[in-house]
């Protein structure tokens, strides 16, 4: 990584959206702010996260800088172009893969896709036939970038779709959850990917709501929360902002009455679910001292009759830096319901 001069400036973006409501009685107008005020710089040659809970505002943020959402305020420097009054230069200095699978036409083949949107670059015939060998090669999809995209497998339009963000070869690249459905496999494989990318030089935005997955690729994160960014750095920065022994995890079966006596401990700040499968229930509990509090834990899960599975102090992760800031976790929905018809730009 050779961090230099911000190659994006964001300046005050905010987007609203406004909808209509629908239900019995009068209709009325919802406002959602999908970003405040979010200002921030990406450097050149970074591997720049954002991560959030699902409505964070990810999207969002990414549909601004690619010219496909008009900020309703503030603006941006993309490449040295102006997201607003430049918007072409913009686009011919970005790739990207929002979406996923559905940027994509079904009937074409995988070969005939990348052939079209490298056209819609103006990219000659000659190059373009020359930058696809050379992406099917990398990304290896000889075995089915003949096949039309109907055929293929979840993972392989996911796949595609991250060729077809590469086609033009630009020197910034905004990847929207790229992995959301790839399987274990192939989703290292694009990090892999995305990391050579990065070393050749190029400057790649992450969307993720896997911290694991950030804090493995990304250089700096930013965590993003209801339109707002509430950290920004280095992950192990970040994650060095919560002292070490003040994270325990509980894993079993646990009563919300268990749940609520934890909280009132004296020494533990926050405990939230961070799983819930089965009647199993994964409680992330951050504290001042973990040796200290968990005799007191342990004595209340058994008064409270809870079947313990596993009980440890923990390593510090990024999950817990939003957890310290929110009090949630990040695997809870903070999306604003809005039917999509009724959603306005
Ligand atoms: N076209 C739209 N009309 C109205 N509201 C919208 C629209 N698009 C997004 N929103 C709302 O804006 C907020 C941010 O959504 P966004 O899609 O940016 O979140 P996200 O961080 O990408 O979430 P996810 O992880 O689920 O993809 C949410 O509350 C969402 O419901
Ligand atoms: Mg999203």
């Known amino acids: 990584m050779t961090m230099s001069e911000p190659i994006i400036a964001i300046e005050n973006i905010s987007k ?11 209709k009325r107008k ?4 999908a970003l405040k005020d979010v200002s921030l ?14 409505g964070a505002g990810k999207t969002t943020l990414i549909k601004c800088l690619t010219t ?3 900020p309703t305020s503030g603006t941006a420097w993309i490449n040295g172009f102006n997201l607003q009054k430049e918007e072409n230069k913009v686009r011919a200095s970005i790739g990207c893969m929002l979406m996923g699978e559905r940027g994509l036409y079904w009937k074409l083949t995988g070969r005939e896709n990348l052939d079209y949107f490298g056209a819609l670059y103006y990219i000659p015939k000659n190059v373009r036939r020359e930058r696809i060998d050379y992406l099917v090669d990398l990304l290896e999809l000889s075995d089915f970038v003949d096949r039309t995209v109907e055929t293929y497998s979840s993972g392989q339009k996911m796949i595609l779709a991250f060729a077809k963000s590469l086609i033009n070869d630009a020197p910034i690249l905004f990847l929207d959850e790229p992995t959301v459905t790839m399987d274990v496999h192939a989703a290292r494989n694009l990090r892999s990917i995305v990391r050579s990318l990065n070393k050749e ?9 896997l911290m694991a997955e950030a804090d493995e690729l990304c ?10 960014i509430i950290a920004l750095g280095p992950p192990s920065e970040l994650k060095s902002s919560i002292p070490q022994e003040s994270v325990v995890d509980v894993e079993g079966v646990i009563p919300e009455s268990a749940r609520n006596r934890i909280v009132e401990i ?10 819930e499968t089965n009647g199993k229930t994964m409680l992330g509990i951050i504290c001042d001292n973990s040796r200290r509090v968990l005799p007191k834990i342990i004595d209340v899960l058994v008064e409270e009759d809870a079947i313990i599975e596993y ?16 009090g949630r976790s990040l695997s809870i929905d903070t999306r604003e319901i809005v039917t999509p018809k009724d959603a306005g730009k």
Do not use: M
């Not at 609203?16 to 009068?26: D, L």
């Not at 919802?30 to 702010?33: D, T, Y």
């Open 16 to 26: 609203t959206f406004t909808s209509k409501e629908r239900g019995k009685g009068r």
């Open 30 to 33: 919802k406002k959602v702010e």
């Open 41 to 54: 710089e990406i450097f050149d040659g970074e591997v720049f996260g954002l991560l959030g809970p699902n």
């Open 68 to 70: 496909l959402l008009l």
């Open 201 to 209: 030089g190029h400057t790649i935005i992450y969307t993720t709501h």
């Open 219 to 228: 250089d700096r994160v930013a965590i993003i929360d209801r339109g707002e």
């Open 266 to 275: 004296p020494g533990i700040r926050t405990a939230v679910v961070k799983d």
């Open 311 to 326: 009980i440890s102090p923990q390593e510090v992760t990024l999950e817990d830096v939003f957890i310290a800031k929110t």
